[in-house]
């Protein structure tokens, strides 16, 4: 390959692991810790935060107007200019040349409209950068703690789910079946490497790492086997509606819950309808009356997926029942054409949809936008679980290696490299520098993986990250070694590097191979902390190789090519 094709390829792959760094970089060094801790939170955490932040800008601006209503807008409430400006402009009044603060609440409709414009920017600020954690290098337990979770199997549920007693062995093979289905939640979820294992006959332990955020958690227990379709009754949705609004005390019960009236006949329930906020929080939006019978249970649900509607281009979620809940559904939806449809999780009605023929397996819902579409369509896929589960503890634990440990850790991987720059330098002269290059490079190379793919750093992934730079190394002295036998036969420094590179290349690739094929068989078989090393390990073996045979050899290039008649510097002997 040409010189000038190996420089833009490398340019490109340099220009690749910036695009995919950035959020791991940004993260961990241009967030401060404080709003770290505010990011992570609980999307509720985040609601009450960006609310009380608001209500206090607020109560701030009031003051001053109060004060003095020419007082100049202090920076820090220089957020808000954009939008008064474009309030100004659909009000068709003048923007104002200098900001007052009588002149920011000019720009505001009244003070409902100015506050959530402070509740907006608090809370774009803070769901942004948890959007940003989510795609930077996650660290696992053992090294920065994470979320420790007990499930335990609801058994009564189950029997009563049977219509009969479950011996121990049912119970746990209901249990072992609802790990792999967990697995699989948790990996459409987006969450890094858990571990999830079988404790005792009825308990499921979850270890994820990365902060406490119980939102984590819900999205994967969400519809925890409780997922069902049930029939609305609209006529009896509008008495309710009536009822509550004129009885605002009758609507909870002194617990909390929903207060069934006693208007509603037997086999009719009122339930809530719940739709997401701007924060990704169930809010309830309104009641309605649905039957008590379950009309259709999820798990006869096999498949769910997003779409967009071909006439209206509305999000769309479309799934597929098996042969026994297409037979169920047929009949159910037969019998109740032009009427309302519910999808009810967890007590909570999360979607509606008119019934306008009877549908047998391939079921299509809509009136959701595509955040919700999409998270409706995981759920589904996931919901059905064959014993209920129940949280019995969610703790946060801290990281087991401990923080003395990590940074001895740290301070171990950094003497390790001081002292391989050192050797290479001190056997090589400056062609051990370029050595260097190119191993400071396969660093990047790795992290910028990883962090792509998102995948969890522990301790044993740290462990095939040194051991790769210890095998790059050893690539570039394959290659060195080869230039210097090369020039010993009194070849040119061109021809030296050129038959180096070329002699070396099967000799380097021969031994990467063989460690990349056991890479992959660890990767498939192992477990989830071998399966941490083997994909690092597998990653740096690839970078490495292109470190050497592109990086290098592009350098080498650069060094030598205008440069006949003088000694290249591989060795600090006299040639």
Known sequence: MKKRSRLVIVLLVILMCGFFLYPTLKWYGGVPQSTKELATGSNVQIKEYSRGQASRDLRALKELVAK????????????????????????????????TVAALFGGFYNEQDLFDSCEQ?????????????????????????????????????????????ATAAQVTAAVKQDIEILEKRIDQFGVSEPVIRLQGTDQILIEVPGAADPERVNSFLRGKGSLEFKMVDTALTTQLDAYYKANPSEVYTDSGALKQPDFLPAGKLAAGYYVSDSYGIDELDRFVVIEEEVGLDGSHLESATTSTDGITGRPVVNFQLDSVGGDVFYKLTSTHVNETLAVVMDGKVKAMATITQGIRNSVQISGFNAAEANDLAIVLRTAALPIELTVSSQQAVGATLGEDAVAAGLKAIALGLLLVVLLMFGYYHVSGLVANLALLFNVVIMLSVLSAFNFTLTLTS?????????????????????????????????????????????????????TIIAALVLSQLGSSSVKGFANTLAIGIVSSVFTALFVSHLIFDAAVTDREGKKLHISWRKN
């Open 121 to 165: 920017y608090y809370r774009t600020e803070l769901l942004g950068l948890k959007a940003l954690s989510a795609k930077a290098l996650q660290l696992g337990l053992d090294l920065r703690g994470g979320m420790s979770i007990l499930l335990e199997a609801d058994v009564k549920a189950f029997e009563a789910k049977k219509g009969s007693s």
């Open 462 to 514: 740290v462990a095939g990250l040194i051991l790769t730079l210890g095998m790059a190394v050893d690539t570039n002295v394959i290659i060195f070694e080869r230039i210097k036998e090369e020039r010993r036969l009194g070849k040119s420094d061109i021809a030296s590097v050129r038959a180096g590179f070329d002699k070396a290349f099967w000799t380097v690739m021969d031994a990467n191979i063989t």
């Open 68 to 99: 003095d209503s020419l007082t100049i807008l202090p920076d820090e409430y220089g957020y808000l200019k954009e939008q008064a400006k474009a309030n100004y402009k659909a009000m068709k009044k003048p923007v104002p040349k200098t900001w």
